[in-house]
């Protein structure tokens, strides 16, 4: 019986996103507006969130290392596009986002708790000023023209990527790495002691995580004309996607797409309409979104679907894996 | 040839020896016991042979293959499973999935999720958690979290079981309970070796005991033999020769 039920809500809501995506897909064949620009923004702050989620979210190591990866991107695109198809080189940042996220997370994944947060932070400042330093010696320059690609295939070429990231993202989830990551995150000595290679599983799915973010990071590098280091690089681009997965909530995927996606407006519409008061107002709502909703506006939409019921017995998919975690080590 | 050997393990903490020169073996199908005051290196000698450690110097053999300097993971793999002294368990991860852990990633050969979840089930039942398999583990009393790590230990098909004071903490009751069930994983072939304070407990299981005090081996023997040795009298068994559950804390 619970399996029924189960299955069918499985159904519908598979049904349900394929229809958002057919809409967003079709959306510039008949609308030709500002909504493209912003839902490209939004599915970006999207694919880095999701990103971020499938490997902080169930291990706890908390990546600030999203701007590095999303810059490499930038700086990609700005070399190949052009001399190499679109595609081409979406896939080429991925590769080498995944292959410096591997270097990377060797090294820096024995690190635990706020060690390695700080390192993955440092990360992106140590990029950002290796490559100011090449760009200066090799082409004397401090930017980049990069060759742009229309609204619309930006927008397209999001979209996919951002589909691609949540198949990914769910297929991770309910693989055996999905309960590998999920034990390291709440005690990383008792997996390690009952079979799992953690520093593999680690390396491998934060590589993983970086693959999405180098693609994203060419995607959007293509709408500018012109990118230095501190716009490819940019801080912000760390911090976001973390804000937004607690916005958002964790437990499940949702979480982070919603969260995205009410921040990236909300960001851009206080921006454009009272950037006086712009981070004041930004900076209420998040300390309110931490203290008031600790799984998120998904937890605190499932608890007030849970209280409409009359607290049906059936629990939500996403509540086991939801919210705080034990510290992990000693 | 030993399951297990140990040659001269030594471990520094700093200045401190935690294990010193300690030669040891245990064979297959033998139940070891391991005791001495708290500090005596006990815990420190099962880190070391499951790679939580690594050993200052000095070797260990398992199945006459030098398996120092190997990861924790393939230690489990090659068959040495371990239990904690305070219980490490995945608190928001369902029980039976807590147990799958060790069945899909533990055994070293490629599992199938249906196949360890089989395995996963199969070592609920051995310790009757079956009821609460959908219950996750940090819900769980004391008693039944060192259940769960003794299920999740057997899912990795160990020929050689590290049980690290198994029985702190328990009632009577319990500890009779958790006797029976050494006696019973013996009869599945597996050997054990046990760390333990309960000494009515250790004295009733044990084949061969190890006696370690300040990191060093003070004597081995038959439990009969080791419950009259002069010197284990002084500086262990003389504090409380009945050993009940006021020196089992860890």
Redesign the interface.
């Known amino acids: 019986m619970r399996t029924t039920t189960f299955t069918r809500t499985r159904i519908v809501s598979l049904v349900v996103l394929a229809a958002i995506f057919v809409v967003l897909a079709l959306l510039p064949t008949f609308y030709h507006g500002y909504w493209i620009t912003e839902i490209t923004d939004i599915l970006r702050y999207a694919v880095l969130t999701v990103g971020w989620v499938i490997f902080s979210g169930p291990t706890g190591y908390m990546s600030l290392a999203t701007a590095a990866f999303f810059g490499l991107g930038f700086y990609i695109a700005a070399v190949f596009n052009g001399p190499l198809p679109f595609v081409l080189v979406i896939i080429i940042s991925g590769a080498i986002a995944f292959i410096v996220a591997m270097l990377v997370g060797a090294l820096t994944l024995r690190l635990r708790g706020v060690y390695f947060a700080i390192f993955t932070f440092a990360l992106v400042l140590l990029v950002n000023s290796v490559v100011l330093e090449v760009e200066r010696l090799v082409t004397g320059t401090r930017g980049r023209f990069v060759e742009q690609e229309s609204t619309n295939v930006a927008y397209w070429a999001m979209l996919i990527v951002f589909a691609f990231t949540l198949v990914c993202a769910v297929a991770i989830r309910r693989s055996?790495y999905g309960?590998?990551l999920?034990?390291i995150g709440?005690?990383e000595?008792?997996?390690?002691?009952?079979?799992?290679?953690?520093?593999r599983t680690k390396v491998l799915i934060f590589a993983t995580s970086a693959f999405f973010m180098g693609m994203a990071g060419a995607i959007i590098a293509t709408r500018r004309s012109y990118i230095d280091p501190g716009i490819a690089f940019n801080m912000n681009t760390s911090f976001l996607p973390v804000l937004m997965a607690m916005f958002g909530g964790m437990g499940n995927l949702v979480g982070p797409v919603v969260g995205a996606a009410v921040f990236t407006y909300l960001g851009d519409y206080l921006l454009s309409h009272i950037p006086d008061l712009f981070m004041l107002i930004f900076g209420v709502v998040l300390i309110l979104a931490i203290l008031f909703m600790p799984n998120g506006i998904i937890g605190l939409a499932q608890q007030a679907w849970r209280k409409i019921r009359g607290g049906g017995g059936k629990q939500l998919e996403s509540e086991?894996?939801g919210g705080r975690?034990?510290p992990a080590g000693r | 040839m030993h399951l297990l050997e140990g040659e001269q393990v030594t471990k520094h903490f700093g200045g401190l020896a935690a294990v010193a020169d300690v030669d040891f073996y245990v064979d297959e199908g033998e139940i070891l016991g391991l005791i001495g005051p708290n500090g005596a290196g006990k815990t420190t000698l099962f880190n070391l042979i499951s790679a939580a450690l690594s050993p200052t110097h000095g070797k260990i053999s398992y199945k006459g293959r030098e398996i120092t300097g190997l990861a924790p993971h393939q230690i489990c793999r090659l068959g040495i499973a371990r239990t904690f002294q305070t219980v490490k368990i995945f608190p928001h991860v369902p029980v039976v999935r807590n147990v799958m852990v060790g069945s899909l990633f533990g055994t070293g050969r490629r599992t199938s999720e249906g196949e360890a979840l089989k395995k996963a089930e199969a070592a609920l039942d051995f310790v009757d958690l079956t009821p609460l398999r959908d219950v996750p583990a940090g819900d769980l009393t004391l008693a039944n979290q060192k259940r769960l790590e003794v299920a999740r230990a057997l899912a990795t098909d160990p020929h050689l079981l590290l049980l690290d004071e198994l029985m702190a903490g328990l009632t009577h009751t319990e500890i009779t309970e958790a006797m029976g069930d050494i006696g019973q994983i013996r009869g599945r072939g597996i050997t054990v070796i046990m760390i333990e304070h309960v000494m009515h407990a250790i004295m009733g299981t044990c084949d061969r005991i190890i006696v370690l005090d300040h990191g060093r081996k003070i004597a081995e023997g038959t439990p009969a033999e080791i419950a009259v040795n002069q010197q284990v009298i002084e500086c262990y068994l003389g504090q409380d020769t009945s050993g009940d559950e006021e020196d089992a804390g860890s």
């Open positions: 055996r309960l590998a999920q034990s709440e005690y000595e008792a997996a390690a002691h009952s079979g799992i290679n953690v520093v086991p894996e975690r034990a």
